[in-house]
């Protein structure tokens, strides 16, 4: 599908590294010859005559109509983010949760059975426990640090397996690969939510993943200032199914603004995410040895016993970290409560560094005993490690822990 | 009594809500976006102390606005400032400031190796008004012999467009100093990433944020950052002479700020890069460029410079003329001819035909710009692409 004219019609993703695939795949070329395309901030497309409409209209995945089936910002934002995930195509959405109920939605239906990796962000959590049975999905989880789980869950009637790598907060990974190669032997489909490790750590559609959905909100956008979801695969059945079936259905339409500011933060994400790696993994070196710290989960730690999983499947550890402050939840509190420089607040992969309490503020509707169950403690810390001088973050960390 | 139904459209969840707001228990993460063209007194009080006094709080957009002032604030405190201002783009940071401190018989000593347009209103605009200007070769003739007694302005760029030739600012600063006159630098090229002036002396740091400061080849902005005694000064001009930046603009410059170090270590990275891949390239005549050990500016550049690489920008002079240059453009497959620079991705540009475009042939030859230079601004690329893409290029000539 191309809808617009590209300026570099002959652009091949695979011939480039990763910072000239985000700067330089599914530029447009504009009637002006604007270097930045512009916001096409409509709702509706004319047509010059009644036959034009019906061509249109009897294909809303390939023709602009109307800005719910897709709009030219979104189209530009969807040929980038396919690219730098390494797939065919991409559908844009008004959130992360949008573009993770819409993959969802779009691969299963009543009477079908799906596996879930056990620690996952909350609302996706929700979907498993609330919204998939309601509509009678049979839903089971695995523990990916143990495979045979899987192999034991699979059902005749899977359809698919959905993971997170590295997961929100537990940082536990999935062999993205190895799951791909036991879902394919049963014809099971392959989600997965690629939103911690980025497309510059983790490809997970070259291991084998059927689709892949990012919270464009996070390290995407970049800069904390928009809410955004994509879903990104090489099957293209797939992905105008999502266009058709829930963007049209269930409208969760990323605006042509948002499109615009997620596009901008495509084009550093590469840099952010060289120093987001430096950065988390000297901050977790450095809390692994500090006495008051119990635990910290980072996938480039040696310590970490996914750490040769790790290596294998990521460029760089990302930026996302989690660790338990000696004292549980008290202690974390008093730790918290004392970050000068480390911004208190949910959400992730901004510019700034922020902390949170899981268990009291992103992972609070999941019940107590299925959070312990997925390894996540009442006292962690989840940490999104910012672009600061990593000196500054760690002072603010150490004069933090002396007052617990 | 109830409201009528055009006014409950008026008056609810307008500026009034802001009051709601205050009282919340969190504040936004990110800084919202001011759009606002002016802000609602409880009293005729506030406003004596907001406008006379200097209180906190705004009055009127083009007398100031938080997204203006966010922008300036970060700006400032990446330049080591006081304080500064943001405008609606690099000629307004440029012509305002030298408006505010300049009278008619005042005189400004000024390189000539200048962005064109900034060159152009200090010969043909400014003369207008009264205003002299001497070019000098800051590289070759000394400051201190052309000073005049009413002298109010030494101006110069960090490095300079379009031969990257680096002046010595802590001389620059001290000659304009010793006579009572301000020292205005254009910082546009370098960032405070790369240099800082106001440590050598500079009164004045001048921005056209369109460029790396923006970044993203998606806004037209300008600054100028300095004492708050002078920027007081320019303000009152800027308010006059009206070139603000939108509040939009100024929220998208925040945004791009975050980025500024990452970016711009890593344009100087590819900078340099590219530099020494066109100066062992045998249709390469000349690179300019202050961090190769061949440019006469690198000891100063050295010097003055914040060990964070020398910049993304670069001028190289082909064997060949315009015919060659065409012949480039079109072989290139990822580097576009764009009149602008520091964007995400690199770009090149012509200044014969575009940044000094207003100048004649012999202006042009004064300065050093030929027919067969091109000016490079590297972009994020990844290295060994850009390098493939000119290679490849290069070979077709």
């Given at each position: 599908m191309s809808l617009s004219v590209m300026r570099h019609p002959d652009f091949d993703r695979t011939k480039y590294g990763p910072s000239t695939v985000n700067i330089h795949a599914g530029e447009l070329r504009d009637a002006y010859g604007a270097l930045v395309?512009?916001?096409?901030?409509?709702?509706?497309?004319?047509?010059?005559?009644?036959d034009d409409a019906v061509k249109a209209c009897d294909d809303y995945a390939k023709s602009f109509a109307y800005s719910r089936i897709t709009n030219p910002s979104n189209d530009y934002f969807e040929k980038k983010i396919a690219a730098a995930e390494h797939g065919l195509g991409a559908v844009s959405y008004a959130s992360g949760m949008g573009a993770v109920a819409g993959a969802i939605f779009m691969s299963v239906r009543a009477g079908d059975h799906a596996l879930f990796c056990k620690a996952k962000y909350s609302g996706t959590e929700d979907i498993t426990r609330d919204f998939l049975p309601r509509f009678g999905v049979e839903v089971g989880d695995f523990d990916p640090q143990d495979l045979d789980t899987l192999e034991e869950g699979i059902k005749d009637n899977t359809k698919l397996i959905y993971v997170e790598s590295p997961a929100n907060p537990t940082m536990v990974m999935a062999d993205i690969a190895a799951i791909s190669a036991i879902a394919h032997k049963h014809g099971i489909k392959v989600g997965v939510d690629n939103t911690f490790a980025t497309p510059y750590n983790t490809n997970p559609l070259d291991l084998g993943a059927d689709w892949v959905v990012q919270s464009v909100t996070k390290y995407i956008g970049g800069h904390g200032d928009l809410l955004g979801g994509a879903v990104i695969s090489n099957d293209e059945g797939f992905l105008r199914d999502c266009r058709l079936g829930t963007l049209m259905h269930f409208g969760a339409v990323m605006a042509p603004q948002i499109a615009f500011l997620a596009t901008r933060g495509l084009k550093t994400l590469t840099v952010r995410m060289k120093q987001y790696n430096a950065n988390a993994l000297q901050i977790a070196q450095y809390l692994e040895q500090h006495p008051k710290i119990d635990i910290v989960r980072y996938p480039?730690?040696?310590?970490?016993?996914?750490?040769?999983?790790?290596?294998?499947?990521?460029?760089?550890?990302?930026?996302?970290?989690?660790?338990?402050?000696?004292?549980?939840?008290?202690?974390?509190?008093?730790?918290?409560?004392?970050?000068?420089?480390?911004?208190?607040?949910?959400?992730?992969?901004?510019?700034?560094?922020?902390?949170?309490?899981?268990?009291?503020?992103?992972?609070?509707?999941?019940?107590?005993?299925?959070?312990?169950?997925?390894?996540?403690?009442?006292?962690?810390?989840?940490?999104s490690v910012g672009l600061e001088d990593p000196e500054d973050i760690i002072a603010d960390l150490e004069q933090a822990l002396a007052t617990v | 009594?109830?409201?009528?139904?055009?006014?409950?459209?008026?008056?609810?969840?307008?500026?009034?809500?802001?009051?709601?707001?205050?009282?919340?228990?969190?504040?936004?993460?990110?800084?919202?976006?001011?759009?606002?063209s002016a802000y609602i007194f409880d009293s005729i009080e506030p406003m004596d102390k907001i406008c006379d006094e200097g209180a906190p709080g705004y009055a009127y957009f083009r007398l100031g606005n938080p997204n203006a002032d966010a922008a300036s604030r970060i700006l400032a405190a990446g330049d080591g400032t006081e304080t500064g201002l943001v405008f609606s783009s690099g000629m307004a940071a440029i012509t305002t400031s030298l408006l505010a401190v300049l009278r008619p018989g005042d005189h400004v000593l000024a390189s000539p190796v200048l962005y064109g347009e900034t060159f152009y209103f200090l010969k043909h605009e400014l003369s207008k008004w009264g205003v002299e200007t001497t070019f000098i070769d800051f590289d070759t003739q000394k400051p201190e012999d052309y000073i005049k007694p009413n002298t109010k302005v030494i101006y110069g760029e960090t490095i300079a467009n379009p031969l990257m030739s680096v002046p010595d600012l802590g001389h620059l600063a001290e000659v304009a100093h010793a006579n009572g006159a301000l020292l205005f630098i254009d910082n546009t090229f370098a960032t405070s990433i790369v240099a800082k002036p106001a440590k050598f002396g500079a009164d004045l740091v001048l921005y056209s944020a369109t460029k790396y400061l923006g970044g993203h080849d998606d806004i037209v902005g300008g600054a100028a950052l300095g004492s708050k005694k002078l920027i007081d000064t320019i303000r009152f001009y800027l308010g006059l002479y009206g070139g603000n930046l939108g509040a939009t603009e100024s929220w998208l410059l925040a945004r791009s700020l975050r980025t500024l170090p990452l970016r711009v270590q890593k344009m100087s990275q590819n900078g340099l890069a590219l530099?020494?891949?066109?100066?062992?390239?045998?249709?390469?005549?000349?690179?300019?460029?202050?961090?190769?050990?061949?440019?006469?500016?690198?000891e100063l550049a050295d010097k003055q410079f914040e060990g964070n690489g020398y910049g993304g920008m670069l001028?190289?002079?082909?064997?060949?003329?315009?015919?060659?240059?065409?012949?480039?453009?079109?072989?290139?497959?990822?580097?576009?001819?764009?009149?602008?620079?520091?964007?995400?991705?690199?770009?090149?540009?012509?200044?014969?035909?575009?940044?000094?475009?207003?100048l004649s042939a012999d202006e042009l030859a004064a300065i050093g710009i030929m027919y067969g230079q091109i000016r490079l601004s590297s972009g994020l690329e990844d290295t060994d692409d850009l390098l493939n893409d000119f290679d490849q290029a290069l070979a077709k000539l």
């Open positions: 395309p512009p916001i096409y901030q409509t709702s509706t497309f004319y047509f010059d005559s009644t480039f730690l040696p310590s970490n016993p996914q750490y040769e999983l790790a290596k294998q499947q990521m460029r760089g550890g990302g930026g996302m970290l989690s660790f338990d402050v000696k004292g549980g939840l008290e202690a974390g509190k008093t730790f918290i409560n004392h970050l000068r420089l480390c911004t208190l607040a949910v959400s992730l992969g901004d510019t700034e560094t922020l902390v949170e309490q899981a268990a009291a503020m992103t992972h609070t509707m999941i019940p107590r005993e299925v959070r312990e169950a997925a390894g996540i403690t009442d006292g962690m810390i989840r940490m | 009594m109830a409201r009528g139904t055009a006014t409950t459209y008026m008056h609810t969840g307008t500026g009034e809500m802001c009051y709601e707001m205050n009282k919340a228990l969190t504040v936004p993460e990110t800084f919202p976006i001011y759009l606002s530099a020494k891949f066109f100066e062992q390239h045998p249709k390469v005549e000349k690179v300019y460029y202050p961090g190769l050990d061949s440019s006469p500016s690198k001028s190289v002079n082909f064997k060949g003329g315009m015919e060659l240059i065409d012949k480039l453009i079109a072989n290139l497959k990822l580097v576009h001819f764009v009149p602008t620079l520091a964007g995400t991705c690199t770009t090149l540009t012509y200044p014969p035909k575009a940044s000094h475009r207003d």
